[in-house]
């Protein structure tokens, strides 16, 4: 029992495996049945999915990357398009080009200057129609710039039975420029841009899984209540349960905590109480058990129930 649990929190929670075996034994996808009259709230499953850039660079040829963590929400109503929503977030820690030393020298004031600026991310005012084509309209924030851009996207397929439901989308191809955001300020003369090219294109696939409703439930029981940054700071750390093989870091991101599980993304903790949290996405519920003020253990429960238990480590 306790491994069927660890597979559900693992990736069950980020992923939902045996909504994918039901999934994938579905004869074809369906296109034509997203037109449908009620949105569908949706998570974006980051192991399945990928936001990636190219950038020029002194003017032969383009160095590709990605960001490797990332999560979101997106409600999708085909028929009132208006009623639709796009909620994206992105660490900028997690930018990965393939080569460590450039990384570094990404992630430096330099760039993108993680330590002040560790979030990039878009929300959505509202979504219409263009020449055909569906487009979200919203704030997209990087470098503590913001700036409102249109991101086109597109349904590329679509899968559901009774009890699951997963939409795939592209978006873009699209341009930024990055020193609009303040990211690689260019001085002396221009020698930044002989290097690295102004325009970058962004490339985006989806994976989409919709909430399901023991998580709708989950969050009408338990509204989110306020947390300071010092009563949250309690809960940073590494959980390990050396049995079931499980690591998990809960870490500050911005204004919030985020609970990171090996080999399955990321996730948003949502303070419900005093040293409980909703973990967004999955469904579950993260209890702390304190100790002189710090977290010593983490419990996670499903319905409520306790299906893991793990001791802090660091």
């Known amino acids: 029992m306790l491994n069927r649990w660890l597979q559900f929190i693992l990736i069950g929670g980020l992923m939902l495996v045996q909504g994918d075996v039901a999934l994938l034994s579905t004869p074809h996808s369906q296109n034509n049945s997203v037109r449908k009259s009620e949105?569908?709230?949706?998570?974006?499953?980051?192991?399945?999915?990928?936001?990636?850039?190219?950038?020029?660079?002194?003017?032969?040829?383009?160095?590709?990357g990605r960001f490797d963590e990332f999560f979101g929400t997106i409600l999708y109503d085909a028929t009132n398009l208006a009623q639709s929503s796009v909620e994206v977030v992105m660490k900028a820690t997690s930018i990965n080009t393939g080569v460590e030393k450039?990384?570094?020298?990404?992630?430096?004031?330099?760039?993108?200057?993680?330590?002040?600026?560790?979030?990039?991310?878009?929300?959505?005012?509202?979504?219409?129609?263009?020449?055909?084509?569906?487009?979200?309209?919203?704030t997209f924030t990087m470098h503590g710039v913001a700036k409102e851009i249109a991101l086109p996207f597109s349904i590329i397929g679509e899968l559901k039975d009774a009890k699951h439901h997963e939409m795939g989308i592209v978006v873009g191809p699209m341009l930024l420029n990055r020193t609009e955001y303040g990211v690689g300020k260019v001085t002396k003369a221009y020698a930044d841009r002989i290097f690295v090219g102004d325009e970058v294109e962004i490339n985006i696939l989806l994976r989409l899984i919709a909430e399901p409703p023991e998580e709708k439930a989950l969050a009408t029981q338990h509204?989110?209540?306020?947390?300071?940054?010092?009563?949250?700071?309690?809960?940073?750390?590494?959980?390990e349960a050396e049995a079931a093989k499980m690591?998990?870091?809960?870490?500050?991101?911005?204004?919030?905590?985020?609970?990171?599980?090996?080999?399955?993304?990321?996730?948003?903790?949502?303070?419900?109480?005093?040293?409980?949290?909703?973990?967004?996405?999955?469904?579950?519920?993260?209890?702390?058990?304190?100790d002189a003020g710090h977290a010593q253990s983490l419990t996670i429960k499903i319905s409520g129930q306790p299906a893991l238990i793990l001791p802090r480590k660091e």
């Open 247 to 290: 690591k998990v870091r809960i870490e500050p991101f911005g204004n919030q905590l985020i609970m990171q599980m090996q080999g399955a993304g990321i996730a948003p903790l949502i303070p419900i109480g005093q040293a409980t949290f909703r973990i967004k996405g999955v469904g579950g519920l993260a209890e702390f058990d304190l």
């Open 223 to 239: 509204p989110p209540t306020a947390m300071s940054q010092t009563e949250w700071e309690k809960f940073i750390g590494v959980y």
């Open 102 to 138: 450039r990384d570094v020298d990404l992630r430096s004031a330099q760039y993108f200057d993680v330590k002040n600026y560790p979030a990039i991310t878009f929300k959505s005012r509202r979504c219409e129609k263009r020449e055909g084509k569906e487009v979200a309209i919203g």
């Open 39 to 64: 949105a569908v709230s949706f998570r974006i499953d980051g192991m399945h999915s990928s936001i990636e850039f190219a950038v020029p660079f002194m003017g032969i040829t383009k160095v590709r």
